[in-house]
Protein backbone atom coordinates (compact mmCIF):
# COMPACT_ATOMS: atom_id res chain seq x y z
CA UNK A 1 0.00 0.00 0.00
CA UNK A 2 1.18 3.14 -1.31
CA UNK A 3 -0.14 6.53 0.40
CA UNK A 4 0.29 9.26 -2.07
CA UNK A 5 -0.35 12.24 -0.13
CA UNK A 6 2.79 14.82 0.79
CA UNK A 7 1.66 17.07 2.50
CA UNK A 8 -1.42 17.81 5.32
CA UNK A 9 -2.03 21.64 4.61
CA UNK A 10 -5.62 23.18 4.42
CA UNK A 11 -7.53 24.32 1.74
CA UNK A 12 -6.28 24.02 -1.94
CA UNK A 13 -2.59 23.15 -1.30
CA UNK A 14 -0.83 20.55 -0.60
CA UNK A 15 -2.27 17.08 -2.01
CA UNK A 16 -5.80 18.23 -2.89
CA UNK A 17 -8.45 17.67 -5.51
CA UNK A 18 -9.91 20.73 -7.83
CA UNK A 19 -13.85 20.57 -8.18
CA UNK A 20 -14.76 20.85 -11.41
CA UNK A 21 -16.03 23.88 -10.52
CA UNK A 22 -12.67 25.09 -9.53
CA UNK A 23 -12.45 26.84 -13.24
CA UNK A 24 -14.09 28.78 -15.91
CA UNK A 25 -13.46 29.75 -19.18
CA UNK A 26 -14.25 32.68 -21.48
CA UNK A 27 -15.27 33.00 -25.13
CA UNK A 28 -13.16 36.17 -25.11
CA UNK A 29 -9.26 36.83 -23.63
CA UNK A 30 -9.79 39.09 -20.75
CA UNK A 31 -6.87 41.88 -20.90
CA UNK A 32 -6.43 41.76 -17.29
CA UNK A 33 -6.49 45.84 -17.30
CA UNK A 34 -11.00 46.19 -17.44
CA UNK A 35 -13.72 44.46 -15.08
CA UNK A 36 -13.70 40.80 -15.84
CA UNK A 37 -17.00 39.93 -17.81
CA UNK A 38 -17.67 37.17 -15.45
CA UNK A 39 -21.33 36.85 -16.84
CA UNK A 40 -20.00 35.33 -20.26
CA UNK A 41 -17.80 32.98 -18.10
CA UNK A 42 -19.08 28.81 -18.79
CA UNK A 43 -17.95 25.88 -16.97
CA UNK A 44 -18.05 22.24 -17.17
CA UNK A 45 -21.63 20.96 -19.19
CA UNK A 46 -22.10 24.80 -20.19
CA UNK A 47 -23.64 26.28 -16.80
CA UNK A 48 -23.43 29.85 -16.39
CA UNK A 49 -21.54 32.12 -13.77
CA UNK A 50 -25.06 32.66 -12.38
CA UNK A 51 -25.57 28.84 -11.99
CA UNK A 52 -22.26 28.16 -10.44
CA UNK A 53 -21.16 31.07 -8.72
CA UNK A 54 -23.89 33.94 -8.84
CA UNK A 55 -21.70 36.47 -5.94
CA UNK A 56 -18.06 36.63 -5.16
CA UNK A 57 -19.48 35.56 -1.69
CA UNK A 58 -21.21 32.47 -2.49
CA UNK A 59 -19.98 28.60 -2.59
CA UNK A 60 -20.28 26.79 -5.94
CA UNK A 61 -24.53 25.86 -6.33
CA UNK A 62 -23.58 23.39 -8.89
CA UNK A 63 -20.22 21.47 -10.02
CA UNK A 64 -18.50 21.80 -5.66
CA UNK A 65 -16.66 19.12 -4.72
CA UNK A 66 -19.49 17.87 -2.30
CA UNK A 67 -20.90 16.97 -5.53
CA UNK A 68 -18.13 14.28 -6.57
CA UNK A 69 -18.15 10.71 -5.66
CA UNK A 70 -15.20 8.75 -4.51
CA UNK A 71 -12.88 7.97 -7.16
CA UNK A 72 -12.30 4.23 -6.89
CA UNK A 73 -10.60 3.02 -10.08
CA UNK A 74 -7.29 1.55 -11.59
CA UNK A 75 -4.61 3.72 -12.11
CA UNK A 76 -1.55 3.97 -14.07
CA UNK A 77 1.79 5.59 -12.91
CA UNK A 78 4.00 7.61 -15.92
CA UNK A 79 7.75 7.79 -14.59
CA UNK A 80 8.77 11.32 -16.41
CA UNK A 81 11.81 12.00 -14.10
CA UNK A 82 13.23 8.59 -15.58
CA UNK A 83 12.22 8.83 -19.22
CA UNK A 84 11.94 12.76 -19.80
CA UNK A 85 14.42 14.16 -16.83
CA UNK A 86 17.18 11.52 -17.58
CA UNK A 87 16.37 10.18 -14.02
CA UNK A 88 17.02 13.95 -13.31
CA UNK A 89 13.62 16.07 -12.13
CA UNK A 90 12.36 17.64 -14.66
CA UNK A 91 12.27 21.21 -15.01
CA UNK A 92 10.26 24.50 -14.10
CA UNK A 93 7.69 25.21 -17.65
CA UNK A 94 8.74 21.63 -18.80
CA UNK A 95 6.26 20.20 -20.78
CA UNK A 96 4.97 16.00 -20.92
CA UNK A 97 3.75 15.65 -24.20
CA UNK A 98 1.74 12.85 -25.62
CA UNK A 99 4.88 11.36 -27.42
CA UNK A 100 6.45 11.23 -23.90
CA UNK A 101 2.71 9.97 -22.03
CA UNK A 102 3.12 6.79 -24.94
CA UNK A 103 7.08 6.06 -24.97
CA UNK A 104 6.66 5.80 -20.79
CA UNK A 105 3.95 3.46 -21.42
CA UNK A 106 6.12 1.35 -23.74
CA UNK A 107 8.33 1.44 -21.38
CA UNK A 108 6.60 0.02 -18.36
CA UNK A 109 5.14 -2.17 -20.48
CA UNK A 110 1.71 -0.73 -20.70
CA UNK A 111 1.60 -0.13 -25.01
CA UNK A 112 -0.80 -2.99 -25.47
CA UNK A 113 -3.40 -2.10 -22.25
CA UNK A 114 -2.61 1.66 -23.13
CA UNK A 115 -5.22 4.30 -20.74
CA UNK A 116 -8.28 3.44 -20.33
CA UNK A 117 -11.59 4.97 -19.38
CA UNK A 118 -12.14 5.17 -16.12
CA UNK A 119 -8.06 5.34 -15.52
CA UNK A 120 -6.13 7.84 -13.09
CA UNK A 121 -2.99 8.68 -14.65
CA UNK A 122 -0.65 9.64 -12.34
CA UNK A 123 2.74 11.54 -13.67
CA UNK A 124 6.08 11.66 -11.72
CA UNK A 125 7.90 13.88 -12.39
CA UNK A 126 10.32 14.18 -9.40
CA UNK A 127 9.90 18.13 -8.76
CA UNK A 128 7.75 17.31 -5.31
CA UNK A 129 10.51 14.37 -4.21
CA UNK A 130 13.82 17.36 -4.75
CA UNK A 131 11.59 20.62 -3.98
CA UNK A 132 9.10 20.20 -1.12
CA UNK A 133 9.63 21.69 2.02
CA UNK A 134 7.62 22.36 4.99
CA UNK A 135 7.92 25.15 5.98
CA UNK A 136 8.48 26.13 2.14
CA UNK A 137 11.30 28.23 3.18
CA UNK A 138 13.12 28.52 0.37
CA UNK A 139 10.12 29.07 -1.93
CA UNK A 140 10.46 26.89 -4.87
CA UNK A 141 7.99 24.21 -4.74
CA UNK A 142 4.80 26.50 -4.96
CA UNK A 143 5.99 28.98 -7.42
CA UNK A 144 6.74 26.73 -10.72
CA UNK A 145 7.07 23.37 -11.63
CA UNK A 146 6.70 20.90 -15.02
CA UNK A 147 3.52 19.89 -16.10
CA UNK A 148 1.18 18.55 -18.67
CA UNK A 149 1.17 20.01 -22.37
CA UNK A 150 -2.37 21.61 -23.45
CA UNK A 151 -1.89 18.47 -26.55
CA UNK A 152 -1.14 16.24 -23.73
CA UNK A 153 -4.70 16.76 -22.05
CA UNK A 154 -6.59 16.41 -25.15
CA UNK A 155 -4.70 13.24 -25.64
CA UNK A 156 -5.65 12.16 -21.94
CA UNK A 157 -9.00 13.16 -22.46
CA UNK A 158 -10.06 11.63 -25.61
CA UNK A 159 -9.42 8.17 -23.70
CA UNK A 160 -12.23 9.28 -20.99
CA UNK A 161 -9.60 9.24 -17.82
CA UNK A 162 -11.37 10.42 -14.63
CA UNK A 163 -8.54 12.45 -13.25
CA UNK A 164 -5.17 12.97 -13.85
CA UNK A 165 -2.66 14.04 -11.12
CA UNK A 166 0.70 14.59 -10.26
CA UNK A 167 3.65 15.54 -7.86
CA UNK A 168 3.11 19.25 -8.47
CA UNK A 169 1.32 22.17 -6.71
CA UNK A 170 -0.36 22.45 -10.47
CA UNK A 171 -0.87 20.12 -13.39
CA UNK A 172 -0.12 22.80 -16.15
CA UNK A 173 3.50 23.52 -16.45
CA UNK A 174 4.77 27.28 -15.12
CA UNK A 175 7.75 29.15 -15.99
CA UNK A 176 10.04 30.31 -13.06
CA UNK A 177 8.58 33.63 -12.58
CA UNK A 178 5.43 33.31 -14.59
CA UNK A 179 3.45 33.65 -11.46
CA UNK A 180 4.97 37.08 -9.92
CA UNK A 181 4.14 38.10 -13.76
CA UNK A 182 7.88 38.84 -14.38
CA UNK A 183 7.73 36.10 -17.59
CA UNK A 184 5.12 34.78 -20.09
CA UNK A 185 3.88 31.27 -19.98
CA UNK A 186 6.10 28.11 -21.11
CA UNK A 187 6.82 28.18 -24.51
CA UNK A 188 3.87 26.04 -26.76
CA UNK A 189 1.22 27.60 -24.59
CA UNK A 190 -1.88 28.23 -26.50
CA UNK A 191 -2.04 32.21 -26.77
CA UNK A 192 -4.87 33.81 -24.60
CA UNK A 193 -4.53 30.62 -22.35
CA UNK A 194 -2.42 30.72 -18.80
CA UNK A 195 -3.67 27.33 -16.96
CA UNK A 196 -4.49 25.49 -20.29
CA UNK A 197 -4.64 22.25 -18.79
CA UNK A 198 -6.84 22.88 -16.37
CA UNK A 199 -9.55 24.65 -18.57
CA UNK A 200 -9.38 21.85 -20.49
CA UNK A 201 -9.96 18.98 -18.13
CA UNK A 202 -12.15 21.28 -15.52
CA UNK A 203 -14.37 22.57 -18.24
CA UNK A 204 -14.70 20.61 -21.33
CA UNK A 205 -13.97 17.53 -20.53
CA UNK A 206 -14.41 16.85 -16.62
CA UNK A 207 -11.54 15.38 -15.64
CA UNK A 208 -10.70 15.92 -11.84
CA UNK A 209 -6.78 17.42 -10.85
CA UNK A 210 -4.75 15.77 -8.99
CA UNK A 211 -2.05 17.82 -7.38
CA UNK A 212 0.84 17.56 -4.55
CA UNK A 213 0.70 13.68 -4.95
CA UNK A 214 3.47 12.20 -3.23
CA UNK A 215 4.98 9.21 -6.16
CA UNK A 216 8.96 9.01 -5.57
CA UNK A 217 8.11 5.19 -4.01
CA UNK A 218 5.64 3.78 -6.64
CA UNK A 219 8.06 5.23 -9.22
CA UNK A 220 11.05 3.09 -7.59
CA UNK A 221 9.25 0.11 -6.75
CA UNK A 222 8.15 0.04 -9.82
CA UNK A 223 4.24 -0.10 -9.59
CA UNK A 224 2.95 0.88 -12.95
CA UNK A 225 -0.66 -0.08 -12.20
CA UNK A 226 -2.54 0.43 -9.29
CA UNK A 227 -6.19 0.56 -7.89
CA UNK A 228 -5.90 3.91 -6.43
CA UNK A 229 -8.98 5.62 -3.85
CA UNK A 230 -9.00 9.29 -4.01
CA UNK A 231 -11.46 10.26 -1.00
CA UNK A 232 -11.66 14.29 -0.84
CA UNK A 233 -13.37 15.89 1.86
CA UNK A 234 -17.33 16.74 0.91
CA UNK A 235 -17.06 20.95 1.72
CA UNK A 236 -20.13 21.93 0.73
CA UNK A 237 -19.74 24.60 -2.23
CA UNK A 238 -15.81 24.12 -2.15
CA UNK A 239 -13.85 24.28 -5.41
CA UNK A 240 -11.59 22.00 -4.18
CA UNK A 241 -10.39 19.93 -1.29
CA UNK A 242 -7.50 17.81 0.63
CA UNK A 243 -7.32 14.35 -0.06
CA UNK A 244 -5.97 11.64 1.15
CA UNK A 245 -5.21 8.91 -2.02
CA UNK A 246 -3.71 5.64 -1.24
CA UNK A 247 -3.16 3.36 -4.61
CA UNK A 248 -2.63 -0.29 -3.95
CA UNK A 249 -0.62 -1.94 -6.44
CA UNK A 250 2.48 -4.96 -7.14
CA UNK A 251 6.19 -4.03 -7.05
CA UNK A 252 8.30 -5.45 -10.40
CA UNK A 253 10.48 -6.49 -7.93
Not at 157 to 164: L, S, T, Y
Not at 209 to 236: F, I, R, W, Y
Request: one cysteine or more.
Amino acid sequence: MEVLNENANPGQQGTQIDALGHFASLNDTWDGASELAADGARYYGGLTQAEVKPTPDSPLLRLGVDKMPPLVTSAILLDARTHVGGGEPMSAGQHVTPEHIEAMLEAAGLAERGILPGDIVLIYTGWSSDHYEDPDTSGVYYSMAPGLSYESAQHLGERRIVAAGLDTPFVDAVADGQLAGTSPPPSGTPTGMVFPVHEHFLTEVGIHTLEGLKLKAMADDGVSVSCAMVLPVLTKGGAGAPIRPVAIGTPSS
